[in-house]
């Protein structure tokens, strides 16, 4: 059964979140503050889509039209003023229709995509949980309290697609994947590249 989202929310972001990923975010634009409210009222969440084009700012954005639903897991009033919230990723949607409040939200009609096939972690690719365990480490990363089943394939290549320096481009590639196994043997690719 295939499950549409109507008049969801939809924030462009340059930085991806996948299934089971967390990513924190600073709220004070009037139309997110508007947004947050309305999904904490009514238990819903919103999309994370990347931006293609234009700002995080602007009400001028373009983004890829797959992405991710996200649920709002934590939210606490900043230091700096701003409203931070922590969003995890629940499962990946494709947008079919976009439009703009008069306030500036996207919003649009989004559809889930099937899960992915949950495959082991080949041993071919036992290294890329030990680069994800090391990035795991990093003080910030760890903050985000990611719970990760390192025998998965797909949750390995999912973390490594968010946490990794990556171009936009590049992660939006790796999150569009449906297979686990052909994205494990792209950051493969990619990780020999860097060295």
Not at 80 to 109: F, M, Y
């Amino acid at each position: 059964m295939t499950e549409t989202l109507d008049h969801v929310p939809l924030f462009p972001l340059s930085a991806t979140v996948l299934p089971g990923g967390r990513i924190p975010l600073q709220l004070f634009e009037p139309r997110y503050l508007d947004m947050l409210a309305a999904c904490m009222r009514e238990q819903q969440g919103f999309v994370v889509l990347l931006l293609r084009e234009g700002n995080e700012t602007g009400t001028d954005a373009v983004f890829y039209d797959i992405g991710t639903y996200v649920r709002i897991v934590d939210f606490q009033q900043l230091d700096n003023g701003l409203l931070g919230i922590t969003a995890e990723g629940l499962w990946k949607v494709a947008v079919h229709r976009c439009w703009q409040a008069p306030d500036g939200l996207n919003l649009g009609s989004a559809e889930r995509l099937p899960d992915e096939p949950e495959d082991a972690l080949p041993n071919s690719h036992h290294e890329l949980a030990s680069v994800l365990r090391a990035l795991l480490r990093h003080p910030v990363v760890n903050r985000l309290e990611l719970e990760v089943d390192f025998t998965s394939a797909r949750e390995v290549g999912w973390r490594l697609t968010e946490l990794l320096p990556l171009d936009g481009q590049e992660k939006q590639r790796l999150l569009e994947y449906q297979d686990p196994l052909a994205r494990l043997d792209r950051l493969t690719s990619l990780l020999d590249a860097m060295e």
